[in-house]
């Protein structure tokens, strides 16, 4: 409305003109369209550096002054926004509906406006003439409207059209200059946004990311299309995402600023901790036209801390394992501080302000004068404390604690301690149960007589127990050494030591043998069992044990030699000797007899007859008889001698004591015995020593023909059984078998199929199980080998106490 | 027929081959003298003189082959007779090669022990 005045005097001037001069008007009209032109033509210079409203606002107040018009519009396009419109109401019968209109007849598209329209509104009819600004109006449109029939005349045509050109210049030049100064702006601002340390951006109301500064893509190692929108999401931590996206969520929805942290993948795939912070920036409405955020590395605080959280807790583990807690004391002002483990160990609640009388409470009555002395040396002397002692728990459990305080202070006036309280209970326990069973193992070894030993292979160092230096005869808790012990092993026995050694140098096997010592004049018998153990250092120990078994040997001993006794009275006594015996005792009074018969038959032949001598020899030759006749009967008695026991016995007890006596020769044959024993077997009466010579014989027999061939199967069967009121003891092998088919011989005197035989023992068998009423047979086995039994009757009435009869 | 010159000892610890052998060599016609040990004849006269020996071989103390070793030893070489209660065909023959002239196994004949007197050079038919 500014240029009304000048508008109202302008026309005044024109109409006083006209009547007035007619012929200096058209010259007047040339001159002041000139004029009007030239100040058009001005305008740049005022325009230069000047913004596109001040552009247009200086063009149509020009404009007003120069043509006669009710109002002037002029439409600026804008780069992608909405187009500026600006307005001159020239007269005060337009307004601003009136543009509306115009605006709404025309329609939004300047492109289309014509160059010249008509327009109707309310009882006025408006001229129109329109110029666009740039090719097809690309930059904006000029329209001035007049209800003056005659407009627009041919010189309000050339102003607008070169007011037009003028103004597209002016506003082509404008739009350039604000581009420029908008890219340069954004140029700074994105060399601050990319040069400030943390990662910084921007999004949509809505969340949807679209911007990230240069450290954030860096960062991610993205491309800023593919962080857009929700694309960097992808680089959150799995455990992460979902948690920081509720948040986010939460943000949005209420639209208040807010932080969270989570990790982010760098481009070499590792995950740092960020703190994510978003502030909203609110529209004059309130709402939320833009989120900024940054995001801060806290990568190391995270780490830090957590380190401080873990060692933390590995602090009050292995307190807490190790029974121990922390204790800091400053005696000058009274500040203790205790770690919960030290509240444990003492039994006070966590968290009680901890006081030295509190401690004082719970010690033991006994120790409290030691405890206090110490406390004492160490307010006043600033001395560390390292004591055990017992403290006394509300239950009346005894604790034992170990508590070191070492003063770290300087000023000795005002000492400051840090130490600790360890509950030594179990191990005080351990130890005393540790303490007892060394007790009770070195009385263990003692009893059985065992000791034991060590032996690191490598340096030849010994270690032996107590009861293996009193098994040795060493003196308790000397140093030993092989050159000790080689003293004290038995001289023959040296060799084998040496072997067992060197078995063990070699990396043998666990040695497990017997050897004997010889210690203070006495051998000893000792059993040596080891255990090799490599160790991880690739050292070799061998650890064992030592039993002085000299007792068990030597009773041992005295068993074999009875059952060897035994066996050889039965075997060679009834065999050989007996045969021997027979021979030289008979033979002797034979020889005589021969000897005296030939004497006296040859002094009775002579010339004269020795009557006398050969009387003499005739004696001597009786009294040799009645002699041989005294070995027969010597003989038979010997045969008789066990007959005086005659006992009820039972067959079965009797061939296990066999068996007994000849384990050893079996298992030197390899041969398997299977005994068959009938059970119940009647008793039957007899000698049990002459029985068991039978048995012996007969199972000696089957041992040695089965020694003679090489027989895959080699077992002997004994069995018993009754039959006919006879119980039967049968022997069968696999051996060589019996030669020969007249089996009653092999029960005669001096028949021998052995090489090394005297023929006897079958035959005194014979005579044996006769004289018990019994019999004796033997027959082929029909699977090789021999059977051999006899028959004995059985006791019937349990009484018969009476000698049986002699053997023939 | 016999040579009363010759003495045969004869060593026995068995009483009646001492009583019966010397009334058998006597009836051969040698002169005898008879010892209950090998000591008591190594002890003796006879142990120098005799011309043969009957020698028993199983006695207590020092046996016969001991004193057929013994005298070998001494270097006192005499005929050795050996009788035996127990036949061994290997101490028969061991003794046989240390130098007896005979080994008879009791009991044994007349014509047994004059055949081994022959042999010993002490008797001639």
Redesign the interface.
């Known amino acids: 409305m500014t240029g009304v005045p000048e508008k109202g005097s302008s026309r005044t001037l024109l109409n006083d003109m006209s009547d007035m001069v007619m012929v200096v008007s058209e010259n007047e009209r040339l001159r002041r369209c000139m004029n009007d032109i030239l100040s058009i033509t001005a305008l740049p210079a005022v325009w230069s550096g000047g913004n596109v409203n001040d552009i247009g606002r200086a063009l149509l107040d020009a404009l007003s002054a120069i043509l006669d018009v009710d109002f002037l519009l002029l439409r600026i396009e804008k780069h992608g926004d909405q187009p500026d419109i600006l307005e001159r109401l020239c007269s005060a019968e337009v307004s601003n509906s009136a543009v509306e209109n115009l605006i709404a007849t025309l329609g939004k598209s300047v492109g289309d406006w014509g160059h010249q329209a008509q327009m109707d509104w309310g009882a006025s009819s408006y001229r129109l003439a329109t110029e666009k600004l740039g090719v097809h109006g690309n930059i904006g449109v000029l329209v001035a409207g007049s209800r003056l029939p005659s407009f627009p005349s041919e010189q309000d045509r050339l102003v607008l059209h070169v007011a037009a050109n003028q103004a597209a210049v002016a506003i082509n030049e404008a739009f350039r200059v604000r581009e420029d100064a908008r890219a340069a702006a954004a140029r700074e601002h994105n060399k601050i946004v990319d040069a400030i340390p943390v990662m910084a951006w921007s999004t949509l109301p809505e969340g949807w990311a679209d911007f990230f500064n240069g450290h954030f893509l860096t960062y991610l190692g993205m491309t800023a299309e593919q962080a857009a929108g929700w694309g960097w999401t992808t680089a959150l931590h799995p455990d992460d995402a979902g948690p920081l996206q509720s948040v986010w969520m939460q943000l949005l929805a209420s639209g208040t600023a807010g932080e969270a942290e989570a990790r982010l993948r760098r481009w070499d795939g590792e995950y740092r901790w960020f703190l994510f912070r978003a502030n909203p920036v609110y529209g004059d409405d309130g709402s939320v036209v833009r989120w900024y955020g940054t995001n801060t590395d806290i990568d190391d605080r995270r780490r830090i801390e957590e380190e401080l959280r873990r060692s933390a807790a590995l602090m009050a583990q292995a307190q807490r394992l190790t029974v121990t807690g922390s204790v800091w004391w400053r005696p000058a002002t009274g500040e203790i501080f205790w770690s919960d483990e030290a509240y444990r160990v003492a039994g006070h609640p966590i968290g009680t302000a901890p006081t030295v009388e509190m401690m004082l409470d719970r010690c033991h009555p006994d120790d409290l004068p030691i405890v206090a002395e110490f406390i004492t040396g160490a307010v006043r002397q600033g001395q560390n404390v390292d004591l055990e002692h017992r403290l006394i728990m509300p239950d009346g459990a005894t604790k034992y604690v170990h508590v070191v305080l070492q003063n770290i202070g300087t000023d000795p006036t005002d000492p400051e301690f840090i130490g600790a309280v360890a509950d030594i209970t179990e191990r005080k326990i351990a130890e005393e149960n540790l303490r007892r069973s060394d007790v009770l193992l070195s009385e263990g070894q003692r009893i059985s007589r065992t000791g034991t030993f060590s032996w690191k292979v490598e340096t030849d160092e010994i270690t032996f127990s107590e009861e293996l230096n009193r098994i040795f005869g060493f003196e308790s808790g000397g140093q030993v050494d092989f050159d000790r012990i080689i003293q004290r092993v038995y001289e023959e026995d040296l060799p084998l030591l040496a072997t067992k050694m060197a078995d063990v140098r070699q990396g043998g096997d666990n040695p497990d043998y017997d050897i004997r010592l010889f210690v203070e004049g006495q051998v000893k018998h000792v059993r040596v069992v080891g255990r090799i153990v490599k160790h991880l250092d690739g050292t070799t120990e061998c650890i064992g044990a030592v039993q002085d078994v000299s007792a068990q040997r030597i009773a041992e001993l005295a068993r074999d030699k009875l059952r060897s006794e035994l066996a050889q009275l039965a075997r060679v006594m009834s065999l050989s000797t007996m045969a ?1 015996s027979i ?2 005792e008979v ?10 018969a ?2 006296c ?3 009775l032949s ?1 010339a004269p007859p020795n009557v006398e ?1 050969a009387v003499e ?1 005739a004696r ?1 030759t009786i ?2 008889g009645n ?1 041989a006749s005294e070995v027969i009967v010597r003989l038979r008695n010997l045969f008789k001698r066990g007959v005086a026991t005659v006992e009820p016995l039972d067959l079965n007890e009797a061939i296990r004591e066999v068996l007994g006596l000849l384990a050893t020769d079996l298992q030197r044959g390899r041969i398997a015995l299977l005994a068959e024993l009938s059970n119940p077997l009647p008793l039957i009466v007899g000698d049990r020593v002459q029985l068991q010579q039978v048995i012996m014989n007969l199972l000696r027999n089957s041992i040695d023909a089965m020694t003679e061939v090489a027989q895959p199967e080699r077992g002997i069967l004994v069995r018993t059984t009754v039959e006919n009121g006879e119980s039967l003891v049968i022997v069968e092998d696999h051996g060589s078998g019996l030669k020969t088919a007249d089996t009653e011989r092999l029960f005669d005197a001096f028949h021998t199929t052995k090489p090394n035989g005297m023929g006897i023992g079958l035959s005194v068998s014979r005579s044996i199980i006769e004289a018990h009423g019994g019999r004796i047979w033997a027959e082929s086995n029909p699977s090789g080998g021999a059977i051999f039994g006899f028959s004995l009757p059985i006791d019937r009435d349990g009484s018969n106490e009476g000698p049986v009869a002699e053997p023939n | 027929m016999t040579d009363k010159s010759k003495l045969v000892a004869v060593v026995d610890d068995d009483e009646s081959v001492r009583e019966a052998l010397p009334d058998l060599l006597r009836a051969f016609g040698v002169q005898v003298e008879a010892f209950t040990s090998a000591s008591s004849f190594l002890g003796s006269p006879a142990y120098s003189l005799a011309d043969c020996l009957v020698l028993d071989v199983a006695m207590p103390e020092m046996s016969g082959p001991e004193l057929q070793q013994e005298l070998k030893k001494r270097g006192r070489n005499i005929p050795i007779i050996f009788i035996t209660a127990i036949r061994d065909e290997d101490i028969r023959k061991r003794l046989m090669r240390e130098g007896a002239v005979d080994c008879l196994t009791k009991p044994f004949s007349d014509d047994e022990l004059h055949e081994a007197l022959r042999a010993a050079k002490v008797t001639k038919t």
């Open positions: 021997a021979a030289h033979n002797q009074p034979l020889s005589g007899i021969i000897m005296n030939s004497t038959l040859r002094m002579e001598g020899t001597r009294r040799d002699r």
